[in-house]
């Protein structure tokens, strides 16, 4: 087994990825950077998405307050917008250029444009087993809306070419086979199991310290395999229901199809592999839809009976304040959890950035002159945090979303004269 502080556990058919050890050889270089972009589709609660003040004084309005033990390390942007995304009509014209800012097609050939984390997995990708993950909460929508924009662009953010959206991983278990080099029938027997002569091999030459950390993460990746099992066992039953019925697992409705019935597991577990994804540095791009636009979720643990969409359409009422608040809370989820791996002096999230944002800002109004944008993290001190920005007075020119791709790209060492819409970068940034 070879020992360095990036060192991989291999048993049969699994290659386990480490969190960074200090008490093992490895060069000096800073810590890797890390992006992640999480999307909830069809805006926000307007009047308690907002922000005031800087570091630990900032305030929070009601739908940001589950981000408010983060307070020093978030910016919270208002004002920004895309400006091929207006003046297009709803929804799908709305969304699929968002991390691009390109002009989209109508009709039934497909056009975009590269989106800012493929860039970044172009570029840093390469220097991992995964360029990057792309992850989904909800299926897909087939079709075109009444715009006659497909419903594509509605249900991917990520997109590596003009004409090619990623495909989005639903499954977990699939998503953590990926992460893990999980194959075969040996997919049924726990990770863990099957490396655990190595990590004992390895206990015995760490630090006091390096051993605590390994324990946490072995038992981390144990509370994660526990729900990918269940996961995977629904999967398979579902897979049999298909081929029973003569229907593509595709058509079939949650949980039927094998997605978890409740929503929460679903989105926690994806966190789950996206923080151990960037903790062990398998990864360091991934996208996640937690809601895609024309969203049909449920949260009935909400006491809330529309659908997200549906809910949507009153953004100022308390079923959709309560949405946006449950969204940005798995926000705060996947913060926390990367706050909480330490990498030396610092932690997985000081050396990432998290994106959040919406396609628009009022689903009421289907108004996306100006969108939420959420970021965590400092990119490893590169990027300032724990303000409050405002672009809404800046003029066009001076608030566009693809400005912030280009800042953000700058720091991750990825400088491009231009992208989408923008050629210079957001001031203040």
């Not at 030396?344 to 919406?358: A, H, I, P, Q």
Request: glycine share 10%.
């Amino acid at each position: 087994m070879t020992i360095s502080r990036r060192t991989v556990l291999r048993g049969a058919g699994v290659a386990m990825g480490l969190p960074w050890l200090e008490s093992l050889p490895g060069a000096t270089t800073p810590h890797p950077q890390r992006f992640a972009v999480l999307f909830m589709g069809t805006g926000i609660s307007p009047g308690r998405w907002w922000a005031k003040g800087s570091g630990a004084e900032m305030e929070l309005g009601e739908s940001l307050e589950p981000l408010a033990p983060l307070r020093a390390k978030i910016n919270v942007i208002d004002g920004l917008f895309n400006k091929f995304a207006t003046g297009q009509g709803i929804h799908p014209a709305m969304t699929g250029n968002l991390l691009s800012g390109v002009p989209i097609r109508k009709g039934s050939i497909i056009r975009g444009g590269i989106t800012i984390d493929q860039v970044l997995a172009n570029h840093i990708g390469q220097d991992t087993p995964q360029p990057s993950m792309v992850l989904a909460c909800e299926r897909a929508m087939t079709g075109f809306h009444e715009t006659n924009f497909s419903n594509a662009y509605s249900s991917h953010i990520s997109w590596q070419s003009a004409d090619s959206p990623v495909p989005n991983e639903m499954y977990p278990s699939l998503a953590f086979d990926s992460l893990f080099e999980n194959s075969g029938r040996l997919r049924d027997t726990s990770v863990l199991d099957r490396v655990k002569d190595h990590a004992a091999s390895l206990a015995g030459r760490v630090s006091a310290t390096d051993r605590i950390k390994l324990d946490e993460y072995l038992a981390s990746v144990r509370d994660v395999e526990r729900g990918i099992e269940r996961m995977r066992n629904d999967k398979n039953r579902a897979e049999e229901r298909a081929a029973g019925a003569g229907r593509p697992l595709a058509a079939m409705q949650r949980p039927q199809d094998g997605l978890p019935e409740d929503i929460r597991d679903h989105i926690r577990l994806m966190c789950d592999i996206i923080a151990l994804g960037f903790q062990t540095d398998k990864t360091r791009v991934a996208s996640l839809l937690l809601a895609r636009d024309l969203s049909a979720l449920y949260y009935p643990f909400l006491a809330v009976g529309k659908q997200h969409h549906g809910a949507s359409h009153y953004d100022t009422e308390e079923d959709y304040r309560k949405i946006v608040r449950f969204q940005v809370s798995q926000l705060a989820y996947l913060a926390q959890r990367l706050e909480a791996m330490r990498e030396g002096e610092s932690n997985v999230l000081d050396n990432s950035c998290l994106l959040f944002l919406s396609n628009m800002w009022s689903g009421t109004k289907h108004d996306n002159k100006k969108v939420p944008v959420v970021t965590i993290g400092s990119l490893g001190g590169k990027l300032k945090t724990g303000r409050a920005l405002e672009y809404a007075a800046a003029g066009d020119e001076n608030r566009k979303l693809c400005s912030l791709y280009l800042g953000i790209m700058d720091r991750m060492g990825v400088e491009l004269k231009e992208f989408g819409d923008a050629r210079t970068r957001l001031a203040e940034l």
